[in-house]
């Protein structure tokens, strides 16, 4: 009799465990499969880049490009397994019973992204410029989607977010004439007043002219030894603030320009200029 109670008792206690979490086995799943795509080891890329102590050669920059084919290949493998969670996810949200549920699967998305962001930061170091949105100019296309999800609009040069877009600069998605262009990433952010992003500097929208120089001057770091020491030029009559160079961290220099209404930032522009 107490074999069988006690075998009647880790029944029920393996029942219950099943029942913790009505959507366990999925999300072990999605786990598993995002695990594995981002554990592919990726080629190092060492970007190229032209100062007075530096002269990049022809094949420095054909095994930049070479790699940075390579790890969009790979990415491209890893936003098929994200999609495919994303997708899961959003049809397990229509199956949640109670907001016990949901909160549940909000929480396991918000942790499959930060393994996603982490895998960002980590492929992407020493090839960004100037302020960025954890993502910013030198990432790819897909590290975007990565960090942010499927834009909201899509171009072959452009992503645009709420309050924020990553665009090609130099084409904004209009090839030359006769030739297809497909752009492997964005050179430049463009930010306005609906963003209720920071940025990793720590500047958001709202702050004062004072305020934005503050919090660059705090996080500037000089990179190249040519680079210009008159770092911060101030147009008072037309409330805009040019950052010549701008970098911060281990991102390499670029301009920032910010513009503002009623003394607060209205937008905020990363971009070579």
Request: with cysteine; proline share 4%; hydrophobic share 35%.
């Amino acid at each position: 009799m107490k074999k069988l109670l006690m075998v009647l008792l880790c029944a029920m206690a393996v029942l219950v465990a099943g029942c913790g979490d009505k959507f366990a086995k999925e999300k072990e799943a999605m786990s598993k499969a995002e695990e594995t795509a981002l554990s592919v080891e990726v080629p190092v890329l060492v970007r190229p880049v032209y100062s007075k102590n530096s002269r990049p050669t022809q094949e420095d920059y054909a095994k930049y490009h070479a790699n940075i084919k390579k790890l969009i290949a790979i990415e491209e493998n890893i936003i098929a397994v994200t999609r495919k969670s994303d997708s899961t996810i959003a049809e397990l949200l229509k199956k949640a019973e109670n907001d016990s549920e949901k909160k549940g699967l909000n929480e396991f998305k918000e942790k499959l992204r930060q393994n996603r962001i982490a895998f960002v930061k980590k492929v992407s170091k020493g090839r960004l410029w100037g302020d960025t949105y954890i993502v910013g100019a030198g990432s790819t296309w897909q590290e975007i989607e990565m960090v942010y999800g499927q834009p909201l609009k899509k171009t072959e040069a452009n992503f645009e977010y709420e309050g924020i877009a990553f665009s090609d600069w130099y084409t904004k998605g209009v090839p030359p004439k006769g030739y297809k262009f497909v752009s492997d990433g964005p050179q430049g952010v463009f930010v306005n007043d609906k963003c209720s992003l920071t940025s990793d500097a720590g500047i958001r929208m709202g702050m004062s002219k004072d305020e934005v120089l503050k919090t660059l001057k705090a996080k500037y770091k000089k990179r190249i030894p040519d680079q210009k020491d008159e770092m911060y030029v101030v147009h008072n009559s037309t409330e805009v603030l040019h950052v010549i160079q701008y970098s911060i961290e281990d991102t390499f220099p670029y301009h920032v320009v910010s513009q503002f209404k009623d003394g607060k930032l209205k937008s905020y522009v990363i971009a070579p200029y």
